[in-house]
């Protein structure tokens, strides 16, 4: 299994958040496309310090999005590096609340995506935000 730990900047309270990087497979080289995945893309959200998870779904991994097949540079990724990303997905209020979830001020949470792997393995990506008090 290939682990990818992203340490997010803090995410205020109440505010949409956007996990983004380059999810690789087992050689830890190649970026990972739609077409390595079998079926659908699992995220649970889990309060760290409990270890509790608070929200769970999947997803298609899709071709141009949420697991790009060629790599991405926009505005916010322009100044990481010139080869780009290969996934981004907002994960809103709205859809937290759909299952009661909340992210609360001053705990943190992992959203961790799983992608099963066309001939078996699991490469796992986890996004981690720290959420500061503010807009609820």
Do not use: C
């Not at 079998?38 to 999005?65: C, H, K, N, Y």
């Amino acid at each position: 299994m290939s682990d990818i730990v992203i340490v997010a900047d803090d995410v205020q309270e109440g505010v949409d958040s956007t996990d983004v990087g380059v999810i690789v497979g087992d050689d830890g080289r190649t970026m990972l496309v739609h077409t390595d995945i079998d079926g659908m893309v699992q995220l649970d959200i889990i309060e760290r310090r409990t270890d509790t998870p608070i929200f769970s779904t999947t997803f298609a991994p899709g071709s141009t999005g949420p697991l790009y097949d060629t790599p991405q540079v926009d505005a916010y990724w322009a100044d990481m590096d010139l080869i780009g990303f290969n996934f981004r997905r907002k994960v809103t209020v709205a859809e937290l609340a759909l299952q009661g979830a909340v992210e609360r001020g001053g705990r943190t949470y992992d959203h961790v995506y799983r992608f099963n792997r066309v001939g078996g393995g699991v490469t796992r990506a986890i996004f981690r935000h720290h959420i500061t008090a503010g807009a609820i």
